[in-house]
C-alpha cells in the first residue's frame, strides 16, 4: 500500500512538473501565473513573467534572484530597470553582478551601454573593450556605439581593437561601410597577418576596391601583394594580373572586370579574351578593365588580337586612363584584323598619378552602325619603356 502511494505521488508530481512546463511555453501572463503557482520554486517563469508583467516586473526579478543567485539575466534586466526609474547606484551594482556570474559578450555590452548613457566615457571605453574580448557575431552595434562616442578610427582601433581575426573583419566591415578606405587599409593588413583566406578573402578585395574608388592606389597594393604573398590569390607578378585570361577573373581591381550588357559577352579562357557583338550592345561600353599601381615613366602596352566581322575604324580600341581622368593617357588604334594583329602603345604616367586604368573600350564612331563580330585578346602586357 505505501509503496503505492508513493508511486501515486511520483505520478502526481511528475504530471505538475509536465502541467507547468506546458504552462510555460504557452507564453502568456495568465499562464505563467498558474506555473508559478503549481512550481513556485522554478527561477526561470518569474523571469519571463517580469518580461510580460511591467508592473511587477522589479519584484519578479527579485524573486528569480533570490531562488537563483547565478541568474546573470535577472540580474541585468532588474539593473536596467533600476536605471529606468534613476536608481543608478543599484542599476550599476546588480550589471555588474552579472558579469561576475556571466562572462560572455551580454553583459560586458550591457554596462558599455550604461556607462555610455551615464555619459561615463572612461568606465565605456573600458567596457567596449571588454566586450570586444568576447565578441558575438554581430559587433556592428557595438561599434557604431563607438563611432557615436568617437567617429574617429583610429581612436577605436587604438582603444576597442585586438588581434582576434573575428573582431578584426567586422571592423574592417564596419569601416567599408562607414566609407573610411583608407583607415580600413590598416585593418586590412591586420586581418592578412591572423585571418582565414576562405572567410577573409572577400573582405580584402572590399578593402582593395575602395581603397582604388578613393585613388588610393598605395594602399591597395600594400593589401593586393600581402594577399599574393600569403598565397590567398593566384596572380602574376607583371602587369597586368591574368596578362593572358587564362584565369577567371576574381572580383577585385588588380583583376580584369568584364561588364555584362545585353547584346555584348565576355568570357576569358586558354585562347585569351573573346568578346561577342550583336549590333545592339551600347554605344559606349567597356568591355575589359583593370587597375594597374605604375611608378611615374614611360611604359609601352603591347597587345595582340584577331576579329571577326568588325569594319575598320568602328570604335573598338584600347585605352590607358589616370585614375582621376576620363580623358585617356594614351589609346591605341580602332581594332580590326581578320588575322592575329600585334600592337604596341607608348604612354607615360606623370608624377603623382601612380593608379591607373587599362580599358578595352567600344565608342561607336559617328557615321557607323554598332558593330556585329568577335574579338579575341590572346595576350595584354605593359612594361616599362627603356
Known amino acids: ?110 554596462l558599455a551601454n550604461f556607462y555610455f548613457r551615464r555619459d561615463n566615457i572612461p568606465a565605456f571605453w573600458i567596457w567596449a573593450r571588454k566586450a570586444a574580448e568576447m565578441p558575438s557575431d554581430d559587433m556592428g552595434s557595438l561599434f557604431a556605439l563607438c563611432w557615436h562616442v568617437s567617429p574617429d578610427p583610429n581612436e577605436i582601433t587604438q582603444k576597442v581593437l585586438n588581434n582576434n581575426p573575428e573582431l578584426i573583419r567586422q571592423y574592417l566591415d564596419f569601416l567599408l561601410a562607414k566609407d573610411q578606405p583608407r583607415t580600413s587599409a590598416a585593418i586590412a593588413r591586420r586581418l592578412i597577418q591572423s585571418g582565414n583566406p576562405e572567410i577573409d578573402r572577400s573582405y580584402l578585395f572590399s578593402a582593395i576596391n575602395k581603397l582604388v574608388a578613393a585613388q588610393d592606389g598605395g594602399d591597395a597594393e600594400e593589401i593586393w601583394s600581402g594577399l599574393i604573398d600569403k598565397h590567398w590569390v593566384a596572380a602574376d607578378a607583371g602587369a597586368p594580373n591574368n596578362p593572358n585570361f587564362a584565369r ?84 591605341s588604334g580602332d581594332l580590326s584584323s581578320e588575322t592575329l594583329s600585334r600592337q604596341q602603345v607608348a604612354f607615360s604616367v606623370p608624377p603623382a598619378e601612380s593608379l591607373v586604368y587599362l580599358r578595352l573600350f567600344y565608342h561607336r564612331a559617328l557615321g557607323t552602325t554598332r558593330i556585329s563580330g568577335t574579338v579575341l585578346v590572346p595576350s595584354v602586357q605593359v612594361q616599362a619603356s627603356h
Open 1 to 110: 500500500m505505501v509503496v503505492a502511494g508513493l508511486c501515486l505521488l511520483g505520478v502526481w508530481y511528475s504530471w505538475n512538473l509536465a502541467r507547468a512546463d506546458h504552462l510555460f511555453r504557452l507564453d502568456t501572463a495568465q499562464s505563467l501565473h498558474e506555473a508559478i503557482r503549481i512550481e513556485p520554486d522554478a527561477w526561470k517563469y518569474y523571469m519571463r513573467l517580469a518580461l510580460l508583467d511591467n508592473e511587477h516586473s522589479a519584484q519578479l526579478l527579485e524573486t528569480a534572484i533570490k531562488l537563483d543567485s547565478y541568474d546573470a539575466e535577472a540580474d541585468t534586466e532588474l539593473g536596467l530597470r533600476f536605471e529606468a526609474v534613476g536608481d543608478y547606484s543599484r542599476a550599476e551594482k546588480l550589471l555588474l553582478d552579472a558579469f561576475s556570474i556571466d562572462r560572455t559578450f551580454l553583459p560586458r555590452w550591457s
Open 248 to 331: 577567371d577573373p576574381l572580383p577585385v581591381s588588380f583583376d580584369w572586370a568584364l561588364p555584362s550588357y545585353s547584346g555584348l559577352h565576355s568570357w576569358p579562357g586558354q585562347s585569351g579574351l573573346v568578346t561577342e557583338f550583336t549590333a545592339t550592345q551600347p554605344e559606349q561600353c567597356t568591355i575589359a578593365q583593370q587597375a594597374l599601381v605604375l611608378a611615374p615613366g614611360d611604359y609601352r602596352m603591347e597587345f595582340s588580337y584577331r576579329t571577326d566581322g568588325i569594319a575598320p575604324a568602328t570604335g573598338l580600341r584600347w585605352q590607358i586612363l589616370a585614375a582621376n581622368s576620363d580623358t585617356p593617357l594614351a589609346e
